[in-house]
């Protein structure tokens, strides 16, 4: 998955914990909702696919899959109301862009992106790791304590990974930080006699070391150093920090009963009236929504097998719908394929047989299997302000597999049908004038999706550009239809897909007169691909 597909994924999850805490904050036991960010992490860290048949991907894939069986006659009318729908839209889609003369896919500005990623995840990291250097620095000028109840308390609550009390006149308020070495730093001017407030804060502050808080926090850092631009990510932040808070608060409650709600609130308000500023490696005894942390106090509930299924419930849920990816269809695998070919058709036919070959005019050959397919939508000419034509293609891939390259021929004609010498703007083409134009484009597209603005392509004839070759005889561009022909496609799993009727194709087209009816009802192309699995 690409950096924008996991942090897509990782946004609506996010999306989904957000809404179940608003509905269920003071409902569900408050780990539920640290449980829910953690899968949200996770998806947002992990940077390759979890197929399920029960995520949301495959639930919204399968709704608009809606197959259509129709009659032969009956086909090639619903084929033109499907062409001269897709023709509105495309011209539709000309309309948004024709103030931009900027290629879809431009080299330079996924440069430019990526450098601008770079720059803000370094200034981020920098960012933390000041403030890791800053919490270092506080923590070695710590002393260790000198306290009967402390050291008693220490006694009490044996733990694997050692735990030490100290103190420093550098806090204001009480924290732990480490991992693996666990410490519990307190305030020089904490108040040693008052034995009830201070068991409440190390009871807080042992429930943070338990749960490895500042492990998740470490990680929740991580995924925002690399998500940066996702405001969702953001937002996951802030409210994971919050309900690691809300989650100790509601264990300490249950710790010392009913009873403790208002002394423990009022240690909480105490508390945050002094605050030691911004230290994210760290686990704050009361820091950020004092006001929110009091309420859900108040209304801590007891656990009864009912909430906890209901928790154990939404979290699977969670994970089933929101932390997967969509599964691919189970009729055609593509793991195990190594040779990918169509049907051989007649080389001896003419043009409009060869077309009706490809397009769904065509019945299915009389395999057990329906072949999986590739189809050029549509290829429109729109124009520029100034009048410069540009091609915008839409391909749409229902195969199994991820298509990460494709190599195809585009060739031009006029409004009568009369082919035409053009010269194509490629970024990394100093092709000379010809009727073959090949491009080769690097675009991912996922199975079952239509990738709708491939193209971009400027296409000159008869202009005179500043900063390139004179061409054509000075008369305006005269490019009124546009035909495509995939040569060549890669998919994600390396199998590369040579079309074995690419030549017939283009010796069908290329300077050739086409009647004007072909060259409007050329689209939907259809690529009939037939898998062989490996003997």
């Known amino acids: 998955m690409t950096l924008l597909e996991v942090s897509f994924a990782g946004a609506v999850c996010v999306i989904a914990v957000v809404m179940i805490r608003i509905i269920a904050l003071n409902r569900l036991p408050k780990q539920t909702f640290v449980v829910l960010w953690e899968i949200a992490l996770v998806r947002l860290i992990l940077p390759f696919k979890i197929p399920s048949v029960l995520s949301i991907y495959t639930l919204i894939g399968q709704i608009r899959?809606?197959?259509?069986?129709?009659?032969?006659?009956?086909?090639?009318a619903a084929l033109a109301i499907s062409r001269e729908s897709f023709g509105i839209v495309q011209g539709m889609r000309g309309m948004e862009y024709s103030a931009s003369r900027q290629a879809t896919v431009n080299p330079l500005s996924v440069s430019v992106c990526f450098v601008v990623w770079c720059v803000g995840m370094l200034l981020l990291a920098v960012f933390f790791m000041r403030s890791y250097l800053h919490c270092r620095l506080v923590f070695r000028t710590a002393l260790p304590v000198r306290n009967t109840c402390a050291e008693q308390w220490i006694k009490e609550h044996p733990l694997r990974r050692r735990i030490l009390i100290r103190q420093s006149d550098r806090i204001a308020t009480p924290l732990t930080y480490g991992i693996f070495h666990p410490v519990i730093l307190m305030p020089k001017q904490t108040d040693w006699k008052n034995t009830g407030q201070l068991q409440y804060i190390f009871a807080h502050e042992y429930e943070h070391i338990c749960r490895f808080d500042a492990l998740t926090k470490r990680m929740v850092l991580y995924a925002l150093c690399i998500h940066w631009f996702n405001p969702f990510v953001w937002v996951m932040f802030f409210l994971c920090n919050r309900d690691m808070e809300l989650a100790c608060d509601e264990s300490v409650i249950r710790q010392f009963g009913d009873r403790a709600r208002s002394a423990y609130s009022f240690v909480l308000i105490g508390m945050a009236e002094r605050n030691s500023g911004l230290m994210p490696f760290c686990n704050h005894f009361s820091k950020n929504a004092v006001e929110e942390r009091i309420n859900a106090?108040?209304?801590?509930?007891?656990?009864?097998?009912?909430?906890?299924?209901?928790?154990?419930?939404?979290?699977?849920?969670?994970?089933?719908?929101?932390?997967?990816?969509?599964?691919?269809?189970?009729?055609?695998?593509?793991?195990?394929?190594?040779?990918?070919?169509?049907?051989?058709?007649?080389?001896?036919?003419?043009?409009n047989a060869y077309v009706n070959t490809y397009t769904n005019t065509n019945g299915i050959a009389a395999d057990k299997k329906e072949p999986m397919t590739i189809v050029h939508e549509s290829a429109a000419i729109l124009r520029y302000e100034d009048g410069a034509s540009y091609i915008h293609d839409i391909l749409t891939n229902k195969t199994d597999s991820t298509i990460v390259e494709t190599q195809y021929c585009m060739l031009a004609y006029n409004e009568n049908g009369s082919p035409l010498k053009l010269y194509w703007n490629f970024l990394d083409s100093g092709a000379e004038c010809s009727f073959e134009n090949i491009v080769r484009t690097k675009t991912?597209?996922?199975?079952?999706?239509?990738?709708?603005?491939?193209?971009?392509?400027s296409l000159y004839d008869g202009e005179i550009m500043k900063d390139f070759p004179k061409v054509g005889n000075g008369e305006a561009s005269q490019a009124a239809y546009a035909l495509l022909c995939l040569k060549q496609v890669v998919f994600e799993d390396g199998t590369v897909w040579d079309n074995p009727d690419y030549e017939d194709w283009f010796e069908a087209y290329a300077g050739k007169e086409i009647e004007i009816d072909e060259l409007q009802n050329y689209y939907p192309y259809e690529y009939k691909i037939r898998l062989e699995q490996e003997i």
């Open 65 to 76: 899959s809606m197959p259509v069986f129709l009659e032969a006659e009956a086909d090639k």
């Open 297 to 351: 106090i108040m209304k801590t509930k007891q656990m009864t097998m009912i909430t906890f299924l209901s928790a154990c419930l939404i979290v699977l849920v969670t994970v089933c719908l929101f932390a997967t990816s969509a599964v691919t269809s189970a009729d055609s695998n593509m793991e195990d394929a190594s040779v990918v070919s169509v049907p051989e058709t007649n080389t001896n036919m003419d043009t």
């Open 444 to 457: 991912n597209i996922l199975s079952d999706q239509t990738e709708k603005y491939r193209g971009g392509w």
